[in-house]
Every structure is written in C-alpha cells, then in structure tokens.
C-alpha cells in the first residue's frame, strides 16, 4: 500500500482558491489601464480639455481691418473689434502681426500703451481681446474676463456673466514679458489661467 497522498481527496478543494483568482484578475486590469491605456492618468479635469483638431490657416487671407474700442489701463488690457465676417485666418494672422510688432517694437503704433514708462516697455504686460461684437468688448466685460471663470458672481451682479462673455472673444493675445520663458501667448477664442475654454478656442502660439 503506498504512502503517498492521493490526488484527490473528497472534501478538499484542488487548485488555487477562486477569490485569489479574481483579485489577481483585477489587479492586472486595474495595471494594464494605469500604465497601458495612454492618457488615462494624464487626462485633465472635466471642461478643461483643449482641442485636438489644428488650425486651418489660409496664407493668402487678406489683412483683417480692427479697431480698438477700450483701454482699462488697470487690468492692462485692450479690447478690438474685428468685422463679424472676418475669418478664423484673419483673426489669427492679426495675432500673429501684433507679436511681430511687438518684437520689433512697433506695436505702439498699432495699439495703445497698457504699461506706458515701464522699463521693459509700453506692452510688458497686456492682454488683447479681440470681439465682432462691440458691447462684447465694453470695459465691464473685459474685467470680467479677466478676473476669470471662478471670481465670485454675486460680488458684480450687473456684469455679463463669464460665460456668455467667453464666447463673444475671436481671439486673444496676452504679453507678460516678466515671464521669460513665454512672453507671448495667443489664440482663437479665449481660455483662462484655470484652462477653462470657449468651444472655439485654439492656440495659436
């Protein structure tokens, strides 16, 4: 008679426990979609997901006729209108046109001073709004703009809310030349510091 154990013996389970089977199942799914899956750990937070289609610019689109409609020499921001057929390639070749200037210095003759004696110039810091609307581009607006999406409502009840506000901007030029790094930033549509965004917006540089 042998001594060894049988195979199988009646009552006692054979293989590996179904709980420990399971949990091992869950732990490589929960591994295959945390480092596999792209951008499932990356994804930003809900309404602050920029586009993903490019800009289509045209090369041969004329230059877009503007008009500055308000100074707020203490938000340091300028507010433009453009005409409301003016497309997407023009507003975008007036924002690249404004950065060329203010590379060489010119753009004072385009626009009006936002930090007039400062030593690093007459735009060091400016934001640029650019509306087909003007009531869009009053200077109750533009403050609400550039408080951002998350000021307290109830603290200016008269204000156009910043949502509705958002939507009116074409496009948007923001010079903060203390920031070495990225002085010039631009783009159609408007997106504030906490990268909420109008349903146009794309970055132009």
């Known amino acids: 008679m042998s001594d060894k ?110 930090t007039a004696g400062h030593k690093l110039g007459d735009h060091a810091v400016a934001d640029i709004y650019i509306v087909s609307d003007a009531q869009y581009a009053q200077p109750e607006v533009i403050r609400t703009l550039t408080r951002g999406a998350h000021a307290p409502g109830n603290l200016y009840p008269q204000a156009v809310p910043f949502e509705i506000a958002m939507e009116a901007i074409r496009g948007h030029y923001r010079i903060d030349l203390n920031d070495t790094g990225n002085p010039d930033s631009a783009s159609l549509g408007f997106a504030d510091e906490s990268g909420v965004h109008s349903k146009q917006y794309r970055k132009i540089f």
């Open 5 to 114: 154990p049988h195979p199988y013996e009646e009552g006692k389970r054979a293989g590996v426990h179904p709980l420990i089977v399971i949990s091992c199942i869950l732990l490589g799914l929960w591994l295959f979609v945390f480092l596999i899956v792209p951008g499932s750990k990356n994804k930003q937070a809900t309404g602050t997901e920029g586009p993903t289609g490019p800009v289509i610019e045209d090369p041969e689109a004329a230059p877009v006729l503007f008009k500055v409609q308000a100074t707020i020499l203490d938000m340091n921001a300028i507010s433009l209108t453009v005409p409301p057929e003016a497309t997407e390639s023009q507003v975008a070749g007036l924002l690249k046109r404004f950065k060329k200037d203010r590379l060489a210095g010119t753009l004072t003759d385009l626009l009006p001073a936002t």
